[in-house]
Nanobody, 118 residues
Framework: QVNLVESGGGSVQAGDSLRLSCAVSGRTADSLALGWFRQAAGYEREAVGTISSTGNIVYYMSSVKGRFTISRDNAKNTVYLQMHSLKPEDTGLYYC???????????WGQGTQVTVSS
């Protein structure tokens, strides 16, 4: 069983930075595609950024390109989301997700809240 534990969320001002971390256990991270997803109040969960198991394929949602960077350290079984120039619209519950090889992200952490004030 794969377990994902997020950390690093918080309440910040617009323009600030945060780094989210997701610790993976139960399976070596280098066998998993991993991603960060967020869910704002009243909206469906959406993919913020994803990274392939080897790290050579990366996706970002358009609104975070140039501000957010997803990375992974397979030796530490951890995936990160570095967020710069945060905006109020980045507010939401950020989840770490894993694709166990099915082609779908279907394993989730408990989420970490990010709140950006203007």
């Amino acid at each position: 069983q794969v377990n994902l534990v997020e950390s690093g969320g918080g309440s910040v001002q617009a323009g600030d930075s945060l780094r989210l971390s997701c610790a993976v256990s139960g399976r070596t991270a280098d066998s998993l595609a991993l991603g960060w997803f967020r869910q704002a109040a009243g909206y469906e969960r959406e993919a913020v950024g994803t990274i392939s198991s080897t790290g050579n394929i990366v996706y970002y949602m358009s609104s975070v390109k140039g501000r957010f960077t997803i990375s992974r350290d397979n030796a530490k079984n951890t995936v990160y989301l570095q967020m710069h120039s945060l905006k109020p619209e980045d507010t939401g519950l950020y989840y770490c997700g894993a694709d166990l090889g099915t082609g779908q992200y279907d394993t989730w952490g408990q989420g970490t809240q990010v709140t950006v004030s203007s």
